[in-house]
């Protein structure tokens, strides 16, 4: 079985200052990872993605994330926090080489403060 | 532009009423999806296609139909729908999801659905 955790409902953070949401996932061999957001009112957007090769991910928006292995941890980053920022966050999970479909994480709700 | 698009964004019903939520992407992807969202729940997927005529279950297929007759439209059928099934519905699609190599299964969501079931 493939399970993602995020283990934050809520994050709150300062404009200007570095964010951080949390993402932890258990799967049966080498995972594929996604980041998505959710605007009011609006569906899922794909943010970014971890399928192979360097830990530290690039994506839209100015958001990175970092591949751990050893920790079983895909955490979505930014050094910069806006308050056009502030949204519902997705971490999702497959596995390589699987037909398996996504499994999505509950959700963080990331709260930039003017 | 590259979308996918539901109707009705918005409903509000009886129970036991039936009623078709319709899904339909423009992108030419094989693969879609319905995903139900509730609060502390995140997505949970209802049914999946594969692909024309190849359709299966998610992890919360109870109380809901779907058919593939159209590579472009995935319909969600409520047969009888109950109040549990009030939630934010949304549709999906990628170009070929489950295959290793290049595309890896990035999903494209719909605004979602709103429904209500009183």
């Known amino acids: 079985a493939q399970s993602v955790a995020q283990p934050e409902d809520q994050v709150n953070v300062a404009e200007g200052n570095p964010l951080t949401v949390k993402c932890t996932y258990s799967?049966?061999?080498?995972?594929?990872l996604f980041w998505y957001v959710q605007y009011p009112n609006r569906g899922l957007q794909f943010l970014l993605k971890y399928i192979t090769g360097d830990n530290l991910v690039k994506g839209s928006y100015g958001f990175e994330a970092e591949f751990n292995k050893s920790q079983t941890s895909f955490h979505l980053k930014k050094p910069s926090a806006l308050v056009s920022d502030s949204a519902l966050y997705f971490c999702?999970?497959?596995?390589?080489?699987?037909?398996?479909?996504?499994?999505f994480g509950s959700g963080t709700q990331l709260t930039v403060l003017p | 532009e590259a979308q996918v698009t539901q109707n009705p964004r918005y409903l509000i019903t009886v129970t036991g009423k039936k009623l078709t939520v319709t899904c339909s992407q423009n992108?030419?992807?094989?693969?879609m999806s319905w995903y139900r969202q509730d609060p502390g729940l995140g997505l949970r997927q209802i049914y999946y296609?594969?692909?024309?005529?190849?359709?299966d279950k998610g992890d919360v297929p109870e109380g809901y139909k779907v058919s593939r007759k159209e590579k472009r439209n995935f319909p969600l059928i409520l047969e009888s729908p109950s109040p549990n099934q009030t939630s934010l519905y949304f549709c999906?699609?990628?170009?070929?999801?489950?295959?290793?190599?290049?595309?890896?299964?990035?999903?494209?969501f719909g605004e979602g659905s709103r429904l209500t079931v009183l």
């Open positions: 799967v049966s061999g080498n995972p594929y």
């Open positions: 999702a999970v497959r596995v390589s080489g699987s037909a398996r479909q996504l499994t």
């Open positions: 992108m030419n992807h094989e693969y």
């Open positions: 999906a699609s990628s170009l070929s999801f489950g295959r290793t190599g290049a595309n890896t299964g990035e999903l494209f």
């Open positions: 296609s594969m692909n024309v005529e190849v359709t």
